[in-house]
T-cell receptor
Framework: KAGVTQTPRYLIKTRGQQVTLSCSPISGHRSVSWYQQTPGQGLQFLFE???????NKGNFPGRFSGRQFSNSRSEMNVSTLELGDSALYLC???????????FGPGTRLLVL | AQSVSQHNHHVILSEAASLELGCNYS??????LFWYVQYPGQHLQLLLK??????LVKGIKGFEAEFIKSKFSFNLRKPSVQWSDTAEYFC??????????FGSGTKLNVKP
C-alpha cells in the first residue's frame, strides 16, 4: 500500500500571502488529521476530517482551514500568513479517529 | 483538557545503556496510547500502541512500554540502545472527542 503523500514538500511564502497544502491518505483511510510541528511547541493538532466533514478542531485561528474531498484527499489552507506560521505541517491518515495514525513526510513552510 | 507530558526533552546515552522515557497524560477516561518515533530526515512512524489488554506492550526494534493506569503513565523502555535508535520520540494519547494529543517529544542521542 502506498503511504500518505503530501505536496508540496517545501514552500516559501511571504507574509500576507495564502497557501494551500495537499494530503493524499492511504487507500481506504477516511480520517485525515493535520498537525503543525515546530521545535518549541512539538506537534499541535489543527483539525481532523472524516468523510468530508470536519469532526475536530484544535486551537488555531480561523486563518487555518481545511476540507476533504469525496476520495478522502484533504487540503489545508492558511490565509494571511504570519512569520510564526513557519513550520512543518504534517498530515496523518487512519481508518477512523481511534485507529493508528500514519503520517506523511510533511510540508515545510517558510514564511519570510 | 487532555495533555501529555514528556519530562525528558533531551537524553544522551552510550550504546548498550538502558533507556526509559517518561510519558504522563491527564485524562480520567479510557485512552489509547501510542509512541511514535521520528528518525533524522524521516517520517513519524508508529513504534507501539496500547488499546486494551496486557499493559505491557512490545513494539518494533526491541522497544516496549508499560501502561500504568493508576499513575497515568505510559513509559517507553529498551534494555540496550543502539546508535541507530538516535531519533525523536513522541508519546501520544487518544481519548475523548477522538483527538490525538502529542507530547513535546524527547530527543535521544546515542553515542557509539
Amino acid at each position: 500500500k502506498a503511504g500518505v503523500t503530501q505536496t508540496p514538500r517545501y514552500l516559501i511564502k511571504t507574509r500576507g500571502q495564502q497557501v494551500t497544502l495537499s494530503c493524499s491518505p492511504i487507500s481506504g483511510h477516511r480520517s485525515v488529521s493535520w498537525y503543525q510541528q515546530t521545535p518549541g511547541q512539538g506537534l499541535q493538532f489543527l483539525f481532523e476530517y472524516f468523510s468530508e466533514t470536519q469532526r475536530n478542531k484544535g486551537n488555531f485561528p480561523g486563518r487555518f482551514s481545511g476540507r476533504q474531498f469525496s476520495n478522502s484527499r484533504s487540503e489545508m489552507n492558511v490565509s494571511t500568513l504570519e512569520l510564526g506560521d513557519s513550520a512543518l505541517y504534517l498530515c496523518a491518515s487512519s481508518r477512523d479517529s481511534l485507529e493508528t495514525q500514519y503520517f506523511g513526510p510533511g510540508t515545510r513552510l517558510l514564511v519570510l | 483538557a487532555q495533555s501529555v507530558s514528556q519530562h525528558n526533552h533531551h537524553v544522551i546515552l552510550s550504546e548498550a545503556a538502558s533507556l526509559e522515557l517518561g510519558c504522563n497524560y491527564s485524562y480520567g477516561g479510557t485512552v489509547n496510547l501510542f509512541w511514535y518515533v521520528q528518525y533524522p530526515g524521516q517520517h513519524l512512524q508508529l513504534l507501539l500502541k496500547y488499546f486494551s489488554g496486557d499493559p505491557l506492550v512490545k513494539g518494533i526494534k526491541g522497544f516496549e512500554a508499560e501502561f500504568i493506569k493508576s499513575k497515568f503513565s505510559f513509559n517507553l523502555r529498551k534494555p540496550s540502545v543502539q546508535w541507530s535508535d538516535t531519533a525523536e520520540y513522541f508519546c501520544a494519547v487518544n481519548g475523548s472527542l477522538n483527538k490525538f494529543y502529542f507530547g513535546s517529544g524527547t530527543k535521544l542521542n546515542v553515542k557509539p
